[in-house]
């Protein structure tokens, strides 16, 4: 409230903008027409108006043609730039593509494709987060003729879930930096973040032995099995223990008929921090090491639980639960 009473100019603006956004529709494709794209003089275009005037004046206050020629050349040189500027967006559409899922922490790239039907170039079109005011936000390319071309921006989620991607914006100042000319796009993408794994997680907890089978190994608390046979051929390379095959002059490789006795799971009740962020960090980091060490494993969490596998795909499927935990 006090922040408000003391710059209540910011605070309409900013609750005028909420308004006017909300009334915005979200999709991810959107092609600018005259509805939708908008025009205003810069700081150079009110500074040539003004002199515009002041010439204009002179010229009619001492009757020089001159004068006259000059003010209206530059006048219509400013008229023609005006249109020239509103056409560089008018009839651009821009394609937002599906954004990957990242860590919390980290920017999110989005990828934009700008398509030109136009038989002639479309220069100096930015395109930007709305609401972050850095200066070098901004990310400029020129569209071929007919062709089209991808901007990249990114922005940083304040923390783990589904995000909607933030409302974007497109301008240009192209031919003459007299006038501005942009819009406001309202994605319907959502981008998933994952929980920031832990920098230094502890190793991961020991296997439990499967229901009805009996404890023929087990799991270290560094991860790998204890239960190891000499190499055979066509033994997959994960299964090979390359600690060992550093020491010795013989390969070896996890016993994974022992193995198969025990499941790793990764569970939330063990993850052992107070805090809940800090668990799921944690789980996070486990499951990127298990997934690394070429591990089966499964992931217990309050509601939920996912059975254990491996591979890409089952990693995504684990993150996913932790990011919507």
């Not at 209540?8 to 909420?18: A, I, S, T």
């Not at 790239?109 to 200066?135: C, K, P, Q, Y």
């Not at 497109?170 to 819009?183: I, N």
Request: hydrophobic share 40%; net charge positive; charged share 20%.
């Amino acid at each position: 409230m006090i922040t408000a009473a003391l710059h209540p100019f910011g605070y309409v603006r900013k609750r005028f903008r909420q308004w006017w956004q909300g009334r915005l529709p979200f999709t991810d494709t959107m092609t600018l027409t005259q509805r939708n794209v908008y025009i205003l003089p810069t700081r150079p275009g009110f500074m040539l108006g003004a002199t515009l005037l002041i010439l204009l004046v002179s010229s009619i206050n001492y009757q020089l043609n001159l004068g006259y020629l000059l003010t209206f050349l530059l006048a219509g040189s400013a008229v023609v730039g005006m249109h020239v500027c509103h056409a560089t967006l008018r009839g651009l559409t821009l394609n937002l593509m599906p954004p990957d899922a990242q860590f919390a922490g980290s920017s999110a790239m989005l990828s934009v494709v700008l398509t030109n039907l136009r038989r002639s170039t479309r220069h100096g079109i930015g395109l930007a987060v709305l609401d972050e005011t850095h200066d070098d936000r901004w990310t400029w390319t020129d569209v071929p003729a007919q062709g089209a071309a991808t901007v990249h921006v990114a922005f940083k989620p304040e923390r783990r879930g589904l995000h909607r991607v933030p409302p974007l914006t497109a301008e240009t100042r192209f031919p003459l930096g007299t006038f501005r000319v942009w819009t406001v796009w309202r994605p319907a993408a959502e981008v998933l973040v994952y929980p920031a794994p832990e920098l230094f997680p502890p190793p991961l907890p020991p296997g439990e032995p499967r229901s009805g089978g009996l404890s023929v190994a087990r799991v270290q608390t560094t991860g790998e099995f204890e239960g190891v046979r000499a190499y055979r051929r066509g033994d997959p390379m994960k299964m090979i223990v390359w600690k060992k095959a550093a020491k010795s002059p013989e390969l070896v490789s996890r016993d994974t008929m022992s193995a198969q006795r025990y499941e790793l799971w990764l569970d939330y009740a063990q993850a052992g921090a107070p805090e809940k962020e800090h668990r799921l960090s944690r789980l996070a980091a486990w499951v990127l090491q298990a997934d690394k060490l070429g591990q089966d494993y499964g992931l217990r969490l309050p509601g939920q639980q996912v059975e254990p596998a491996t591979g890409e795909a089952h990693k995504r499927r684990c993150l996913e639960a932790l990011a919507l935990c």
